[in-house]
């Protein structure tokens, strides 16, 4: 799925909307891509993909169907209700949960997270 790592070409042509899977998750996030592409801060913006969008999309394109799972498993973690998913799509696998819970934790740790 693209959306939120897609804001650098969208908003380099004068697009200032996109779908953003992470506003579920991390609002302030979502917020702040858009804030730094609206601002035409390309280095800025960049990092902050490269830091925090970045590592949950490459998570999302081992297996067909995370882009749904890992986001319901990120709400879940957080004590929200992101619940299961239907078939034909699949849970993320433990291992992949974990990778999840770490960048969770970089999202709390930049201040993305209330909690």
């Known amino acids: 799925g693209a959306g939120d790592d897609m804001v650098p070409g969208y908003y380099t042509i004068g697009i200032r909307a996109?779908?953003?899977s992470i506003s579920?998750?991390?609002p302030?996030?979502?917020v702040k891509l858009h804030e730094?592409?609206?601002a035409?801060?390309?280095a800025a913006l960049n990092q902050l993909l490269n830091d925090h969008v970045v590592?949950?999309?490459a998570l999302r394109t081992k297996r067909k169907g995370y882009e749904v799972s890992a986001m319901k498993v990120m709400l879940d973690m957080l004590g929200l209700r992101g619940g299961t998913v239907r078939p034909p799509l699949v849970d993320v696998a433990e291992a992949e949960r974990?990778?999840?819970q770490t960048i969770l934790d970089g999202w709390r740790s930049a201040g993305f997270l209330d909690d």
């Open 18 to 20: 996109y779908t953003s």
């Open 24 to 26: 579920a998750v991390a």
């Open 28 to 30: 302030k996030l979502s």
């Open 36 to 38: 730094l592409g609206a």
């Open 40 to 42: 035409g801060e390309s």
């Open 55 to 57: 590592p949950l999309y």
């Open 98 to 100: 974990a990778e999840l």
